[in-house]
């Protein structure tokens, strides 16, 4: 029994030590520990790396549905906007269908009958166009306290006074027996640099040829037809030691670089200035009722830059009686249908006196008249005749066309130069023989 626990022992012993000697092998075995650990380690890394990668595939998935969802979102506001602009043509082709539709809201032109109500007389009492002074000549019948020439231009027929100087003054050398009733007009041309200018009727009570008082003479009209820029209209009666009579309108402002024809009809105290086809001022107590104009002038008021161009100057006498004149007298001479040079084109400013003519007429259902256009002597005989003649058609096709007349009522000739009124030796007396008649048949 002895000997067999005594083995037993030996062999329990003997386990127990090979056992430890592995245990201890493994744990002493430094090649094996590094193996482990690098194994551990790679399978470590792997599964980070992995981890990552499946983090970055996420990311990367989410900002591409994040970039398709913001795209998306771009996409719709463009669409909303595409359809918004869409609906506003839509809306947009609906008002204007439904305004073209309905007569409620048909907008209807405005014709003003009243633009150019001024019928100019059938006398002439001054014309000034330059036609008798050489290019580069200050004007014979003129006056100025600074330099100025007669000029031609690119822009517009005929010869033009130039004030080429700042602060000038420009006055002819004759007096005018102004009536109460005239009509004053002329072309300007402002230059690029058009500021302040002055045109003044007035009464001198002495000898002074030339008067560059800011007031000239003892009383007087002033009238600044300022450019666009400047802010309109003003008009200024005066008179020594009295309050300005004045008013001003901001209305159809001169243009620069372009003909301006403007006009001044005067009634006793009333003044209307009219320009580009409206009547800009009408003020009835403009000046003092005991003025009587004898001069007038043209004033730059000092500003350097400023050196328009004026010619064409007529002063009419006012209003005549048309009705009396046609069905009394059965004759009518007008200066209110002017031509420009070698044309036939009836002019904005002829609407006061064709409209007399038409009112006659309409009155008058039986009355005929006939229409002849007469010419000055300059230019050629035969075209002339022919120039008369496409005047006179104008005048009648404008009063059929414009004002209802019928064709049938009226007859028309072209005399030229044949019957003048008055020698055709000075601007004056070829501006009396420019004219056009209308004669009851």
């Known amino acids: 029994m002895k000997t067999l626990n005594y083995y037993m022992c030996l062999l329990l012993m003997a386990v127990y030590l090979l056992v430890s000697v592995q245990v201890q092998a493994q744990i002493t075995n430094p090649k094996e520990v590094a193996r482990q650990k690098t194994e551990e380690r790679t399978n470590n890394k792997i599964d980070e790396g992995i981890d990552s990668g499946l983090n970055k595939i996420e990311e990367g998935i989410g900002n591409l549905f994040r970039k398709k969802e913001k795209n998306r979102e771009i996409e719709e506001v463009e669409e909303e906007e595409i359809i918004e602009a869409e609906?506003?043509?839509?809306?947009?082709?609906?008002?204007?269908?439904?305004?073209?539709?309905?007569?409620?809201?048909?907008?209807?032109?405005?014709?003003?009958?009243?633009?150019?109500?001024?019928?100019?007389?059938?006398?002439?009492?001054?014309?000034?166009?330059?036609?008798?002074?050489?290019?580069?000549?200050?004007?014979?019948?003129?006056?100025?306290?600074?330099?100025?020439?007669?000029?031609?231009?690119?822009?517009?027929?005929?010869?033009w006074l130039h004030m080429d100087a700042g602060g000038g003054t420009y006055t002819p050398l004759v007096t005018i027996d102004f009536p109460e009733n005239f009509i004053f007009e002329f072309d300007l041309i402002p230059n690029s640099e058009y500021d302040e200018f002055e045109f003044t009727l007035y009464e001198e009570d002495s000898d002074r040829e030339l008067n560059n008082d800011l007031f000239p003479g003892k009383d007087g009209l002033q009238i600044w037809p300022n450019s666009e820029y400047a802010g309109g209209w003003f008009v200024r009666g005066y008179q020594v030691d009295k309050d300005w009579l004045q008013g001003n309108s901001e209305k159809y402002p001169i243009i620069k670089e372009t003909v301006n024809h403007i006009i001044i009809w005067m009634q006793k105290r009333r003044v209307r200035v009219y320009h580009r086809g409206a009547k800009i001022i009408d003020i009835p107590l403009s000046v003092y009722p005991d003025t009587k104009f004898n001069r007038f002038r043209f004033f730059c008021m000092g500003i350097e830059e400023t050196k328009p161009y004026v010619s064409n100057i007529k002063i009419t006498t006012a209003s005549p009686d048309t009705r009396s004149k046609l069905l009394?007298?059965?004759?009518?001479?007008?200066?209110?249908?002017?031509?420009?040079?070698?044309?036939?084109?009836?002019?904005?400013?002829?609407?006061?006196?064709?409209?007399?003519?038409?009112?006659?007429?309409?009155?008058?259902?039986?009355?005929?008249?006939?229409?002849?256009?007469?010419?000055?002597?300059?230019?050629?005989?035969?075209?002339?005749?022919?120039?008369?003649?496409?005047?006179?058609?104008?005048?009648?096709?404008?009063?059929?066309?414009?004002?209802?007349?019928?064709?049938?009522?009226?007859?028309?000739?072209?005399?030229?130069?044949?019957?003048?009124?008055?020698?055709?030796?000075?601007?004056?007396?070829?501006?009396?023989?420019?004219?056009?008649?209308?004669?009851?048949?």
């Open 87 to 159: 609906e506003d043509v839509m809306e947009e082709e609906q008002v204007e269908q439904s305004r073209k539709s309905s007569p409620m809201i048909e907008k209807t032109p405005l014709i003003s009958t009243t633009q150019y109500d001024f019928v100019p007389g059938d006398q002439v009492l001054y014309y000034e166009d330059f036609s008798q002074d050489a290019i580069g000549d200050f004007p014979a019948n003129w006056a100025s306290n600074t330099s100025g020439e007669v000029k031609t231009l690119n822009i517009a027929p005929g010869n």
């Open 328 to 441: 009394t007298e059965g004759k009518m001479i007008t200066y209110g249908i002017p031509f420009d040079v070698n044309k036939a084109d009836i002019k904005s400013e002829s609407y006061g006196t064709l409209k007399s003519i038409a009112d006659v007429l309409k009155e008058n259902s039986g009355l005929k008249i006939k229409i002849i256009g007469h010419t000055d002597s300059d230019g050629d005989d035969a075209m002339n005749v022919d120039l008369s003649k496409r005047r006179a058609e104008s005048v009648k096709n404008e009063l059929s066309k414009t004002f209802g007349i019928e064709l049938n009522r009226m007859e028309t000739e072209g005399a030229g130069e044949k019957i003048p009124l008055a020698p055709n030796d000075t601007a004056e007396n070829k501006a009396r023989n420019r004219r056009v008649e209308l004669i009851k048949i």
